[in-house]
């Protein structure tokens, strides 16, 4: 029978950082998300007033944030897949829920498998 200090295993500590890295990630990603939008809503403001004073940009200018910001979204896209994957290799068993600490108290990590599909695994983490 287990108990509520499970969580406590020492051996679950690369588990632990792997899932803090991850919803650090995601948090990061989320941002980024929100500055695209942003980003893109400035562009269409000023290609308006742009046109509407039938003005164009200067030569050799162009978008340099925009690209910078979805190349951020790309990099995190692949790093949140990358910890995903790696969260569950670590993971001892599959289907059922795993105890660990992340920081307050006994949180919930696992990996279930998607319906109808053949092994393929989703990342569940609960806070």
């Known amino acids: 029978m287990s108990t509520n200090l499970d969580y406590l295993n020492p051996n679950l500590l ?3 950082d792997k ?13 980024a ?5 942003n980003l893109s809503s400035e562009q269409i403001q000023e ?3 742009a046109q509407q004073f039938e003005q164009r940009s200067a030569t050799g200018s162009f978008p340099q944030h925009a690209e ?3 190349q951020k979204l790309q990099n995190l896209h692949e790093d949140i897949t990358r910890l995903r994957q790696e969260i569950i290799q670590l993971l001892p068993v599959r289907d059922e829920w795993v105890k660990v600490n992340l920081g307050y108290g006994p949180s919930r990590v696992g990996a279930f498998q998607v319906a109808g599909s053949a ?6 983490v609960i806070q």
């Open 68 to 70: 910078e910001v979805q």
């Open 119 to 124: 092994g393929d695994y989703e990342l569940r």
């Open 19 to 31: 899932v803090n890295a991850y919803l650090a990630a995601e948090k990061d990603l989320q941002r």
């Open 14 to 16: 690369p588990l632990e």
């Open 47 to 49: 290609a308006a007033a």
């Open 33 to 37: 998300q929100v500055e695209a939008v």
